[in-house]
């Protein structure tokens, strides 16, 4: 399916859905997307039995233009969306307004008159903030799509579901995976929870955003997914600099190192990306130590309740709040390499 739907022309106007949950991961032409989506401001047609929205007016009210948001954001508006924006610290949404993004003073007010209202915050208390306390939940007109991406607990999904569908609107979570980088060029991992209609509905949304898009389950399992991401990244980066750490107190030339071992079974997008930062003394976050260690603390709890031990994962929980405690916390995750560096 996914091959068919890759190759096959696409006529404008109206896409046929995927049947097949994994050929969300397909892409269609940017230029397909300027024309043509599953989100609009309400006209639908039915092609085959299937619910199809020819798009019009096509406004997505996006929450939380931080390192992560804001190359989002842009790739939405290359797609051709109209973006309404919110962020706690205003400046931070400045050149977004600035390249055409239409700011507003409340997540009320971005949800207000959009069809698509993404969520991307920093901690499970925000989410819960902008959805329940006079935010989406009650402005985001009736049979709009909610998106939380960020990175939250299960159960706040779970919730957030169960309360939108009261009030005729439609949850997915859906979290991601690729760090600014994969933010910034547009392919993100992303891992969807919730009804499997509403995620095929918004396939273009998410294309325009990623690259790898897997339909993961009933709601909360999206978030599932990003806890087991994170709880594999979790022991990796420890791998990482402590590899290279180790080449490096040998006396090796570590480009050299690193271009034998990211090849082989040692390889990983943390070591190819991260790695590399790590040894130019670049610890600008794409990801922040302190929302690893929210991630962590969630999938820890999470682990605990199904009675699953993860050593690993408490360990660098451990070692990135020491990092914290030293004033790392607002660097990115491979300021872990400082913890092996010789004085």
Known sequence: MAAELRDAPVPLGV???????QSLTSRVSREFLRFSCYVCSGKKTEQAGRRVIV????????????VMGRGMIRNLMKAGYKLQVYNRTKSKADELVAEGAAWKETPAAAAEGAHVIITMVGYPKDVESVYFDNGILDHAPKDAYLVDMTTSSPQLAEKISAAAEEKGLHALDAPVSGGDTG????????MIGGKKEDAE???PVFQAMGQKIVYQGKAGSGQHTKMANQIAIAS???GVAEALAYAKHAGLDTDKVMESIETGAAGSWSLSNLGRRMLKGDFEPGFYI???IKDERIALESAKTMGLETPGLALSKKIYEELADAGEENSGTQ?????????
């Open 15 to 21: 896409y046929p859905l995927p049947t097949d949950p």
């Open 55 to 66: 798009m019009a007016e096509k406004v997505i009210g996006f929450i939380g233009t931080g």
């Open 183 to 190: 933010a910034e060029n547009g392919t993100l991992s992303i």
């Open 201 to 203: 509905a918004l396939a």
């Open 236 to 238: 990796n980066m420890i």
């Open 290 to 292: 302190k929302h690893l």
């Open 335 to 343: 300021a872990i390499y400082k913890k092996y560096q010789q004085d």
